[in-house]
């Protein structure tokens, strides 16, 4: 073979190599795409059973080589009609909650009751519609609703009785629970904590969850000197406005508003600072809930928002693989005519080579071949040229939308878990609460019937807690609680679970631990929390605690366990207080 020939021989499987190198490349390029929209599509996960169902299959899909346009686009068009079909069926959902409670607070109007409830009444049904349309409003709507029902019956009862035919008082409306009896009356304090506790055992687990440290208690130095109180204490609302306050302005301080409402909230908290009487409570109250349906929304404008942009960039995502395959085709066929017509030069150089009858005619024929060889290389390198052009522009149009949307489900997912947070933590004691509790519980429960390692369940309350309130006031009442439910946390173990399961309770899930264990550990707790120097104007102020146990066995539910040792507990209440009572073994 010529030189000339050998050399544009090497120069074609140059070419060759190069196109395999780009082939390469496009491959590689194409899986870190895949894999983003693998990451995007994690940002949608628990909305809904469905729609996790074709999340999954598209990341099944998009983990393919090569990836199958066809079926992608199939996916997506029936993610999008998923998507569609979610937000009919919630708009259905809230309309039918909304006739629900309609007609039940309908129901509760009818009856003979108090105009004080019945003007809650009114009031919750105005609210209605403007609720609803959050999710997140739904568990305090049905909060709302038991409240109502609460009161209606106790007008009821209280009628029936002949007692109290005014109906529930302020601080019943205002906190949904009994006005608080005399101090002269503490004799029928144990049936009030039993009805307390037979309330908290009666809730419901939710979901798992995962546990949280307790406090740090370095970080706390407030001694054990309880807060003065005016003494007598005012009667009606001023008795507990400071508590009140505070409270409201720990609310205002942990939303999180869009810029046009802050201004309200700062107006809001000046207000309350300057000093709340009963007759400006409510209309405060009223706009907080304002405030509180402002931040929710946010929440949620912002997480329809991020789901717009996702579908905006899976549409983008599914326009550029489809590109992608036509070019990838295109590409193919150009190589598949590159490589006819040079095996069409070559064969005809052969027959040139083979037919001479001179060597300038052979000369001629050859250079015309190559020629043509040359020019068929040429437009094959423009055509991949402008191809490669065009996937390197629409590559990086891409890649920008997808780190746009990569930082925009970060900062989403990071609020998300700052809100989160805040929903399962007490904001008095900072440990976790009720909901918090809830979801570890089941964790616990599951692993428990799995494992069948011994895990006991403790449910803690402050004896006497209504008298410290009632001689030393709420603000007195609060810094216990604070103070016991540090002081708990500290001697427990980091893999134990606290909560302030609500009032003066507090709730502990200890794993890997039998009742007689965790009997020995709550009784030196018990010892501790008696010796505290409370004090109170120099004096000392003893405060116990009665501990109820009981360890999971047999087929026992969750539902049980807490029954279990909550009876437990009432035992112990009865039998003195300022003891730790275990519950019998469940068959």
Known sequence: MSTDAQRWKEKYLNKLDELDE????????????QRAVVRVSLAADGLDSELDK?????????REDPLPASELKRQLDALENTLHKLD????DAQDALLQALTDLVEQLGRLDLPRTVRKDLRRFAKSLNGRIQSLREHPKLMQDVARLQKDALTALQSRLAGTDT??????????GKRTESPAGEAQTEPEVIRDEADAAASAAPALPGTGTEPPDADSETESLELPEADMPPEPGFAAIADHVSAT????????????????????????????LNWYELIPVLDDIANLVLAAVGKGQRDFEQFLKNLDERLSLLNAYLENSEARQSANHQAQTRLQEDVRTQVSSISDSVRNAQDLDSLKTAINTHIDHIIAAMDQFRREEETREAERQEELAALKARLDSMEAESRDIQERLQTEQKKARTDPLTGLPNREAFQERITLEYERWKRYGNPTTLVIGDIDHFKRINDEYGHLAGDKVIRLIGREVARRIRTTDFIARYGGEEFVIIMPETEATTAAQVMDATRDMISRMPFHFRKQRVQITMSFGICAFSGNMT???????????????????????????SHT
């Open 22 to 33: 780009l082939e390469n490349r496009f491959r590689n390029q194409t899986h870190l795409l």
């Open 558 to 584: 969750i539902s049980e366990c807490l029954e279990a040792a909550d009876k437990a507990l009432y035992e112990a209440k009865n039998n003195g207080r300022n003891q730790v009572q275990c519950a019998p």
């Open 166 to 175: 005014s109906g529930p008082g302020f601080l019943e409306r205002l906190f």
């Open 248 to 275: 409201l302005t720990h609310l205002i301080r942990q939303l999180d508003l869009p810029e046009l409402a802050q201004h309200e909230a700062r107006r809001i908290l000046a207000r309350i600072e300057a000093g």
């Open 54 to 62: 074709q999340l999954a299959s598209l990341r099944t899909l998009m």
């Open 88 to 91: 009919t069926a919630r708009s």
